[in-house]
């Protein structure tokens, strides 16, 4: 095989793995669910984000864990949407929702975190957002509220939820445990204690809810946030 041959089936071959390592569905309306992957424990895990099209431009609720995928994502978001990303907000310090922060704002994204998640970045060498916010703050983008709310410690100390009350889409992150997980995953930074007391709270904040998104794995069944509760009470 000659060399141009080969580099050409290199690069397919290099696509391909690309292409496995972005995953991005619709889950309604104007909101898609994007997965990419990385090495947990020595095999490949999955990892959700969300991203939201409005009129102003394109919203994305955290960072690709696989640095492979920050543009990527931004490549298939302007391809898909003919729109540009504009605001990225991270959920709680860990790399899976932060590694792309300093990446996005390279490329002229805003790029959003609480104050306590902004600390805990700079102390554990994370990737900073570059701006942040203290309290429960309300992003108002291309006719759409979001809304960003503290439900108490539980994956971590810093964990934040995205509610977004039109659609009845709450983000949950890695504070909620999909139905497919058999167990708690990483509790390095946990609070195990307060983890059940902060979910019932956010459940009797938001009673109403079409979608719910967790951090890791299977996001269709929304019951989510009872499969947490259940989990914690083992």
């Known amino acids: 095989m000659g060399k141009i041959g080969y580099l050409f089936l290199l690069g397919l071959f290099l696509g391909n793995v690309s292409a496995q390592d972005l995953e991005i569905s619709r889950l309604t309306g104007d909101f898609y669910i994007y997965t990419t992957y990385n090495d947990y424990k020595g095999t490949p895990f999955p990892s959700n984000g969300m991203y939201l099209v409005t009129d102003a431009g394109v919203v994305i609720i955290d960072t690709p864990w696989n640095p492979t995928q920050f543009q990527p994502l931004l490549d298939s978001i302007q391809k898909r949407h003919h729109k540009k990303a504009v605001l990225c907000i991270s959920t709680h310090s860990h790399d899976d929702r932060t590694a792309g922060l300093a990446y996005f704002k390279s490329k002229g994204i805003r790029t959003y975190s609480s104050q306590l998640t902004q600390k805990l970045c700079k ?26 709310f503290y439900p108490g410690k539980g994956h971590t100390s810093d964990n934040i939820v995205i509610w977004f009350e039109k659609d009845k889409v709450l983000y949950g992150g890695c504070f909620v445990k999909s139905t497919e997980s058999p167990g708690l995953g990483n509790l390095a930074d946990a609070d195990t204690k307060a983890w059940p007391k902060s979910i019932k709270k956010l459940m009797a904040r938001f009673p109403d809810l079409q979608f719910v998104i967790p951090g890791h794995q299977s996001w269709q069944d929304k019951r989510s946030l009872q499969h947490t509760l259940r989990l914690l009470s083992r």
């Open 123 to 148: 102390a554990n060498g994370e990737k900073q957002a570059e701006f942040t916010f203290k309290n429960d703050t309300v992003f108002n983008v291309g006719g759409y509220k979001i809304e960003t």
